[in-house]
């Protein structure tokens, strides 16, 4: 009897590598293009041009409802408007100042003669 040993060879884990890469690149193909690409013929607004202004420019609401500007008291928007004469009127209330209050702002300065009323807030990165 001749005792003949086979031998086995283990099966290497290349092939199934291979699969998993090759899975993955697909997915990631796929998962790439699932936004449509930008018009070529696109042009985006050039906000270069804007007017900017640094927040202590702005009218300032109190919570108690009085106002600032530049750390000073402001007498009202008739007083604000009289003394500055601005068109536009950059408002920015406190986190603590009454809705009803800023509302009422703005319409005592249109009132007082701004042809706008922008409110500043805080922007807030997510």
Known sequence: ????????RKAEPTIALINIVFLML???MVAGTLAPPVDGDLELVDTS?????????????????????????VPGPEGYIAEHGAEIVRVMPDRNAPALALVQLGR???GAGAKKVVIVTEQVHQ
């Open 49 to 73: 041009a804007l007017e900017g202004r640094e927040p202590a420019a702005a009218l300032v609401l109190m919570p108690d409802g009085t106002l600032r500007y530049r750390g000073a008291e």
């Open 1 to 8: 009897m001749t005792g003949r040993r086979t031998l086995r």
């Open 108 to 110: 005592d300065l249109r």
């Open 26 to 28: 697909i997915f990631f």
